[in-house]
Structure formats: C-alpha cells, structure tokens
C-alpha cells in the first residue's frame, strides 16, 4: 500500500513536526520565534490536506487497539484544524503573552507555546484512534499533561497560574476516577480493549453487572471532566478566564471534541448490551439535564467575555449529551461530528476575535466589545456571526447542529430533554445577544478603529464563509462519515 | 423568477453594508420587488384546473434528509408576497433619509432589507426548512432595529420579542420535526407538497400523538401571531420599534404564522385541528375581549396600535377556526387588509411622534388643524381598521362572521364556535370605542399652543401612505379580485379529508 495512503501516517508527521520544532527551538535561538509558528501552520495544514487522501481501516496494530475508520479520520481532521487555527491565534496572542514572561531577550520562552500545541494535536488525534482503554489512557494522558504547561503560561499572571493549578488537581483527579473506573470493568471482563469487551459483555453474569455499571460511572466521571459535563464543570469558568485565549479555545473545542468521540466509542460497547443499556441511557439524561440547565442558566449573568464562553461550552456539552442520551446506532455519531465540526467553527472565531479586540483595548469583558460595530465593523459582522450560530439560527452551522440534536430527541421521545432544551435554547439567545448589544447598541468612549492582520482578516472572512456554507448546505459534512 | 425575488433584498442590504447610498438602493430594491411581485400576480394562472403551485423550482441540497431549496407560489403565498411588496415599498419610502440618524445609517436600511428578504422568503418557500429558516432570518434585524434606533422602553421591548420569538420559533421547530418524524421513514420529507398529496392519499399516519404535535405547532405559530396569552410581547415592541421596523413586523411578518397555519397546520392534520378547536376558540375570544378592553386602557397611541393589531389576530383565527370555505377566504384577506391597514397607522404614528416627540395622549390633541393630511389619511386608515365598509377590512370581517356563524348545531342550541361569533362581534364595538377614542384625543379639539405650526406630512412620503390606502380601498370594493386569488389555495386545504 502507497506510504500516504496509511492512515498511521498522519499521526506520525504530527509527531515529527513536534518534534522538529523543538530542535529549532533549541538550536536556532537568535530568530524572532514567530517563525516556529510560521513552520507549524504551514506543517499541520500539509497534514490537514494530506488527510484527505489517506483510506480509511477499521483497525490497525496488534490486538485491534488503534482505529482508524471514517469517524477517528474526521476527528483527526478537526484536532488538526483546531491546532491549525489555535496556532495562528497564538501568533496573533504574542505580543499579550510576552507581557506576562519574565526574560531576558524579546524571544525568551516563546518557542514552546507554538511546539506544544502540535504535541497536543497529537494527543487529540490518537484519542480518535483509540479503541483501547489503555491507549485511551495514554492519549489523554498526552493531551493533559501538554495542557497543564499551556494553560499556565503566563507565568507572571496570577489568573493564569491559578487556572494551571485549579486544572493540574482537577485533572489528576478525574484521571484516578478514570483508572479506576477501568480497573472494575477490566475485573469483570478480565480485558481492556473494547471490541472484546464488547464481546465478553454479551455473555455478562448477572452477579457482575452491579461491578461493570460502578466501572461504567466512574469512567463517565473521568470523561465528563473533560467534555465539561455537569456536575465536573467547577474547573472550566476559572481555567477558560485565566488561560491564555488561543489555549482556551484549544480547550473548549479540541479536548472537548476528543472527548467526545472516546465518550462515543466507549458508549458503543455498553449501550449495545441490554444488561447495561437502559440504566447507562437513564445516566446520561441526568447528566445532560443538569449540565443544560446549569450551563445556560450560570451563563445569562456573567460579565467576562471568556467565562461566558465557558458556560456557553458547557452548555454545548449539554445539547451533546443529549444526542448521546438518544441514543441511535447510525445517527449518533453523524449528529455529535456535525454538532461539533460547527461548534468548532464558531467558538473558534469568537475567540480569535477576542484576541484582536484585547489587543486593542485591554481586557475581555463584554463591556470591552462595547461600539465594536464602530470601531472594527467587519470583526462586529464576525462576531454577529458566530454568537447568533452559537445561539442556533438558521442558515449558520449551529442551527443545523441542534436541528439534528432535537431531531434525535424527538424520535427517541426524550421529552424531559427535548423540554428542556427549548427553554434553554431561548435562555441561549440572551446570553448571546448580549454582546450583540454591546456591539451595537452600547457606545464606547474611545473610537478608534481597531487594527487586525491581513492573516486574522482573512481567517475571520474563512470561518464566516464556513459557518454559512454550513449551516445551508450540509452534504460535504455528510460525505466525510460515507 | 421567485430567486430574483428573494435575492434582490439580500443583495441590497450587502450592498449598502459595502457602502452603496442606502436609500436609493433600498428604494431601488423594494420597488424591484414590488414590480416582479405584480408581475407574478398577474401572471398567475387562475383557470380551474391549473396547477396549485407555479414558478416552482426546486435545489436538492442534502438527498438523505429530502432537503431541498424548493420555491413555488400559489394564490395565498401570491396574496402575502404582495403584501410584503407593498408594505416593504412604503416603509423604505417614510423611512428616514439616512442623514437623520445618529448611528450606523446603512445598517438602518441594511436591516429593514434583511426583514423584507426573511419574509418573502418564507412566503415563497416549499420545503418546511427555509420555510422556517426564513422567518427566523428576521429576528436579528429586528432586535438590532429596536435596540439601536427604537424609543421609550427600547431595551425591555427589544429583549422581550426577541425572546419569546426565538422561544415561539423553537417550539414550532420542535412540532414541525415531530411531524416529520412521525412519518413513515421511507416517505420523511420536508416538502411541503409532497407532504400536501400524502395528506390527500391519507399517506400522514393518525396516531395518539398527532393532537399533540398539532398543538405544539399550533402554539408555536400561537407565539408568532401574539395569540392569546401569549401577546404580551407585541404591544411594547411595536411601541418601541422605529416606525418602518413596527410596518413590517406588525404587518407582514406576524402574519407568517398565520400563514403557517394555512399553509402547514391545517392541511396535514385537519382531524387534529377539529380536535384543539374548543381551545382555540378559547384563546380568540381573550385575543378580541381581553386585549380589546385592555387596548381601550391606553393612553399612549403606539401601545394603542400595538394592542388593537393584537386583538385584530383574533379575527383571523376565527376565521381559522371556522374551517370552512367562507371563514378561511375571509381569514386570508384580513390577513392582508390588517397588514396594509396597520402599516398605515404605524407609518402615521411615527410621522406624529418625530413632529411632537410624544405619542401620548393627554399631550396631544387637535393635530389634524395643524396637519390635515396626516389626520384625514390616519383617520381613512383607523376606519379602515374599525373593518367600515368599503375598506378592505370589511370585506374581510363579513365572510369570517358569516363563515363562524354558519357552524349550526343541533336543534336550537348555539355550537362554540357560534357563541365565539357572537363574543367576536362586540369585538367591533370594542374596535370602534378605541380607535375613535384615540383619534379625538390626538387629532380633534382644542390644538395646543406648541403644536399650531408642525409641519404637515411631507409631500414626498405622501404617496407612500396614499398607496396603502388606496390598496386597501381596492380590497374593500373588489375583493372578488383577490378572492379568486386565494380559492383554489382555500379549496386545496379543506378538501384534505378530515376524517
């Protein structure tokens, strides 16, 4: 078979790329480091095309550990166009972030905020292979331990730091949660991959079936951490606040999407057996209720752009969870990719946006977007854009997202959730058009025109296009899962 | 032809967005629009036999899902594309010349554009998606053109329609996907005639849960029509709402659930609208009693006008209720003459409120001295809306009445929908009582001194209000002419076999 061809390939250039940032980190240190970033954008956007021409295989590797069908191929697809993006905010986010590191020279501690992205690319694409609760494990691993450097950064940022270390206690505890929770069902089904648990799981003694559901919640407490699902949302508001932006969007949407599609897989196994299958779908009703009524309802009050986001993630989660909880064989997986590949588009640019504005008038509450209709009329436009898809109106990419997800609903008559989410939904375009308003409605004192780069215009001009396109015409999304 | 239709709009507001002069190119736009819309309507083929929907063209867009880009008119859809031509023209026209406003001018007008494209879209739609996706379209606008540009209470009103339409636009979104997901799956589409022949063959499944996703639809469009006890939201926004904003929300775009309700609700489930029809007539009578009396209660003109377009729905849902061939034509023409006619009064009361910087009452008085233009054309347009003979509005209410009376029962005792008749009568009288009311206490008696010398009504937006009033004075002495329009559209709904 062609070398290109192989879908490990991917995988393996990200590595390289990492790893050949480093070692120009390390040896070529009179540059400007914003070239380091230059090399990452143009590698991952290789790769990104290259990915389009590899062949999707069920499985890879010894003992069927490593999957590489269409789904973990769009995952890695989003991983690598959200490190894409991430990268190019990190190169706008520069001059932000050496206010906050103490150095010697201009370029001192630069160069790792554009290497480790790149390992945390990775993480997320493996997380998308994974078919091993071991090498879900090692992955996750890969990406939290990348996140715990990004998130604490700015090292002069009491904010920043705080949010490093709230994630660092947080993390590992979910990660014991999680061990844990593979350890009961590694006793009861003496394996850790999950086809075979799959397999071992059809002829289950009932004596263990109290031992496999325990197993089952505890791994749902460790995954939910990372999708920010209620009730583990505590950590995300402080740590999406005091994080370096562009490493907040990473969070929000490359470490929630991975999550999402091991959530997925592991979910497959469990929701596939009877024994398991009702009690685990009545699990994830709670979980998506709550974490719709605590997202939305904590977002409507906040004043701080990035908490806002923050409670808009989780409240994202929640509609997510929603499709997991109506659970389908053939939709499920189509309507969380699409959900996601639009959730991705428009937190994206929402938060690129926020680094321009930041940049220009120092902070990131709402009240800083205030005459921005004025001030930068086309970043206004975009922002418009990706709140009101955010919110879920028609003809952008949100709304067809949650067109599937009630869709579902409705056919699998979750009623509560379908309810529910109507109320929230509504709640949603409060909370969303309120920096509409503060665009618009609100006066700023200084109205200055603010600056963007050609780069930043440019990706804002993309990402508006994409939403759009999306939201109207959803056949090439629907073409990546065939 | 119906792309152009909708394209026109949209261009426009990019245009003016990229900084083309806006009034010109809104003028342009809407008159453009007003032209094909003629056109469609004149060409429209009437001859029994001919097909329902024409200029049909349809963009398969995503196949698994039977989703398509699918455009088409018929008589009703004709009926309120005129309509939305009309009221679009003569809004852009008394809309303020761009050096008037304080802030972001183009994006006044870029608005207004984006309202007439998410209606006319709506009303040319054949598939259940854009159906539904265009009327959202107008949701935006609407909140900006209050928030940024409206009077009073802007931020309240803004907040409040903006949130119980988004709300309203979910619960029907959650009906309209009930219904088609309790189609077979092999025949889901969201066509909406193709979903309008399996209704025909009896092809829709009647299953317990039918009622209930009627009702979810039937409240859903409730929250866009301002039904009864869910109207609370109208009043304050069209108070705040710039004069051009209130013409065309008030106007043309309430009327799209309205128009729903034709088009989706009563055609694919006639059984389960006899089912809610108690209930429905319920609610009417608090649209025509209870909000008629509270709109007596006004001491302000725009609320005034905001609550009389609330109880004017009830009429219009009696004349759904009554689900027969009278009582539809006549809620489908009401549909239109209550547009034109509030559009009128909206227009007028913005001009007095831009002249005085008031709208109430105890401040007003004696203004038709001062401008008899104004006052003689707000009162052809409060008649209008009181449903006098000879304007359009009557022409309208007659058939409904007659339509809802005609509902008898066995032997002597009164049916609801006869008892809801008699309540929707006094609803006249209460018309009557305030708009009357209003009029003599803002344009007749004693004239203040501020007021002696306000300028009339500008010769130049004269023509604007002319044109709906003379529109309106068409409907009232030829209604046969949009009668025929709207027949075979009323025919093709109730023939769907109810039982």
């Not at chain 1, 919640?217 to 370096?244: C, E, T």
């Amino acid at each position: 078979m062609n070398f290109l061809q192989n879908p490990l390939f991917l995988d393996l250039a990200v590595l390289a790329l990492g790893l050949l940032l480093l070692l120009l980190e390390a040896f070529d240190d009179e540059r400007e480091k914003s070239f380091l970033g230059w090399i990452a954008i143009g590698g991952i956007g290789l790769v990104f095309v290259l990915s389009f021409f590899v062949d999707p295989q069920i499985y890879l590797g010894v003992n069927q550990f490593f999957k590489s069908d269409s789904l973990a191929i769009f995952y890695k697809r989003l991983a690598l166009g959200t490190t894409l993006l991430v990268l190019i905010m990190a190169l706008e986010f520069r001059p932000i972030l050496s206010r906050y590191i103490p150095a010697a020279g201009k370029n001192a501690g630069l160069g790792e905020f554009f290497a480790l992205p790149v390992f945390t690319c990775l993480g997320l694409m493996w997380m998308a292979s994974a078919a091993d609760f071991v090498m879900i494990f090692v992955s996750l691993e890969l990406v939290t331990i990348s996140f715990y450097v990004l998130i604490s950064y700015m090292r002069r940022s009491a904010a920043s730091l705080e949010a490093g270390v709230k994630y660092l206690i947080l993390a590992a505890l979910s990660t014991g949660f999680f061990v844990y929770g593979i350890t009961w069902i590694f006793g009861v089904t003496h394996q850790t991959n999950l086809y075979y648990i799959g397999v071992s799981l059809k002829d289950l003694a009932p004596a263990n079936e109290t031992a496999l559901l325990f197993g089952m919640a505890l791994v749902l407490v460790g995954l939910g951490f990372k999708i920010a699902s209620a009730p583990f949302q505590m950590w995300v508001p402080d740590v999406y606040q005091g994080a370096p932006t562009p490493i907040t969007a990473f969070l929000s949407v490359g470490s929630k999407a991975a999550g999402f599609v091991v959530l997925y897989r592991v979910l497959e196994v469990f929701l596939n057996v009877p024994a398991t299958a009702g009690k685990l779908a009545l699990v994830l009703t709670g979980l998506a209720f709550l974490t719709l009524i605590i997202g939305n309802l904590a977002a409507m009050p906040q004043t701080n752009f990035k908490r806002l986001l923050a409670y808009s993630s989780i409240a994202h989660a929640g509609y997510l969870l929603v499709a997991l909880a109506s659970w389908k064989s053939g939709n499920t997986p189509i309507t969380l990719s699409y959900y996601l590949a639009g959730y991705f588009l428009m937190t994206i640019l929402a938060f690129l946006i926020t680094i321009v504005v930041n940049k220009a008038t120092g902070g990131d509450d709402i009240a800083h977007f205030n005459g921005l209709g004025q001030r930068a009329p086309f970043l206004a436009f975009g922002m418009t854009v990706a709140m009101l898809s955010l919110a879920g109106m028609p003809f952008t990419a949100g709304f067809l997202g949650k067109f599937l997800v009630f869709s579902d609903a409705v056919e699998s008559g979750q009623w509560l959730l379908v309810g529910t989410g109507v109320l929230t939904v509504a709640a949603g375009f409060y909370y969303y058009l309120k920096v509409v308003r503060a665009m618009y409605w609100n006066v700023a004192k200084n109205t200055a025109a603010i600056p963007a780069s050609a780069l930043t215009k440019a990706t804002v001009g993309v990402l508006v296009g994409l939403i759009l396109l999306v939201g109207v015409y959803p056949q090439p999304v629907l073409n990546m899962f065939r | 032809m119906l792309h152009l239709l909708i394209a026109i709009p949209i261009l426009a507001a990019i245009a003016i967005l990229l900084g083309l002069c806006a009034r010109k190119t809104a003028l342009l736009a809407t008159a453009l629009n007003l032209a094909l819309t003629l056109v469609l309507v004149f060409q429209y083929d009437r001859q029994p036999g001919a097909e329902q929907y024409q200029h049909v063209s349809s963009f398969l867009l995503a196949p698994e899902w039977g989703l398509s880009f699918h455009l088409g008119v018929d008589g009703l859809s004709l009926l309120m594309l005129l309509l939305t031509a009309l009221v679009a023209f003569a809004a852009i026209w008394v809309a303020p010349q761009p050096e008037k406003l304080e802030r972001y001018p183009s994006l006044y007008y870029a608005c207004l554009m984006f309202i007439v494209a998410g209606a006319t879209g709506a009303f040319a739609s054949l598939d259940l998606f854009f159906f539904y996706a265009f009327h959202e379209l107008a949701l935006i606008p609407t909140f900006l053109l209050i928030g940024i540009w409206g009077s009073g209470d802007r931020l309240v009103a803004a907040w409040k329609i903006t949130i119980y339409l988004a709300l309203g636009s979910f619960v029907l979104l959650i009906g309209l996907l009930a219904l088609y997901l309790s189609l077979p799956e092999a025949a889901r589409t969201f066509d909406i005639v193709k979903l309008q022949e399996m209704a025909m063959s009896g092809g829709i499944p009647q299953t317990p849960q039918t009622p209930w996703i009627y009702l979810c639809i039937l409240l859903g469009f409730g929250i866009l029509i301002s039904l009864f006890p869910f109207h609370t939201w109208a009043p304050s926004a069209y108070a705040s709402a710039p004069a051009p904003a209130a013409m065309l929300h008030a106007g043309v775009l309430k009327k799209f659930g309205l128009y729903g309700l034709l088009r989706v609700a009563l055609p694919l489930m006639p059984q389960a609208a006899h089912h809610w029809t108690n209930l429905l007539l319920f609610l009417l009578a608090g649209n025509i009693l209870y909000v008629g009396l509270a709109t007596i209660a006004q001491k302000r003109l725009d609320t005034m006008l905001g609550y009389s377009s609330v109880m004017h729905m009830g009429y219009i849902f009696l004349g759904i209720a009554a689900f027969n061939p009278l009582g539809l034509t006549g809620a489908a023409l009401l549909m239109f003459a209550h547009g034109l006619s509030i559009a009128a009064l909206f227009a007028l009361a913005g001009a007095v409120r831009e002249r005085t910087g008031s709208l109430e009452f105890a401040k007003h008085g004696g203004l038709a001295k001062p401008m008899p233009f104004l006052g003689f054309t707000f009162g052809l347009a409060a008649f209008a809306s009181i449903g006098l003979p000879g304007f359009g509005n009557f022409a309208a209410e007659l058939p409904i009445f007659f339509g809802a009376f005609g509902h008898a029962g066995v032997g002597l005792a009164f049916t609801n929908t006869q008892i809801a008749t008699i309540v929707a009568l006094w609803g006249v009288v209460i018309s009557a009582v305030y708009m009357l009311r209003g009029y003599r206490a803002a344009f007749l008696g004693e004239t203040d001194k501020r007021w002696t010398s306000l300028p009339d009504l500008c010769s130049c937006t004269r023509p604007a209000i002319l044109l709906l009033l003379a529109v309106l004075l068409f409907a009232g002495f030829r209604p046969q002419y949009f009668v025929n329009l709207v027949t075979p559209t009323i025919k093709a709904v109730l023939a769907v076999p109810a039982k």
